[in-house]
Nanobody
């Protein structure tokens, strides 16, 4: 059974940092990613990483501030978030795809339960 378990969310002041973790189990994946959904808005892609090779892709809104990485030994993906802004406030979801898609934003079958990130001004 596939499980994605997120942790690391919380409340932080603008300009601060948080690191999210997503521990994966149950099978191997091609790509893992982070998405987020703010109140009243659609879910949006934040960052993705290929499990093999480690290539990454970021949404324009987080480039230069967020870093996605993986630890193969721990089957865990991280999202380091720096210089946080109030507009980063959202529920952050970890997602995983077992099938390769050239578009980092597509093809995710497995999802975590979400972790709340709140950035105060």
């Amino acid at each position: 059974q596939v499980q994605l378990v997120e942790s690391g969310g919380g409340l932080v002041q603008a300009g601060g940092s948080l690191r999210l973790s997503c521990a994966a189990s149950g099978r191997t994946f091609s790509t893992m990613a982070w998405f987020r959904q703010a109140p009243g808005k659609e879910r949006e892609f934040v960052a993705g990483i290929r499990w093999s090779g480690g290539s990454t892709n970021y949404a324009d809104s987080v480039k230069g501030r967020f870093t996605i990485s993986r630890d193969n030994a721990k089957n865990t993906v991280y999202l380091q978030m720096n210089s946080l802004k109030p507009e980063d406030t959202a529920v952050y979801y970890c997602a995983a795809s077992a099938v390769y898609h050239s578009d980092y934003k597509r093809g995710y079958l497995y999802w975590g339960q979400g972790t709340q990130v709140t950035v105060s001004s």
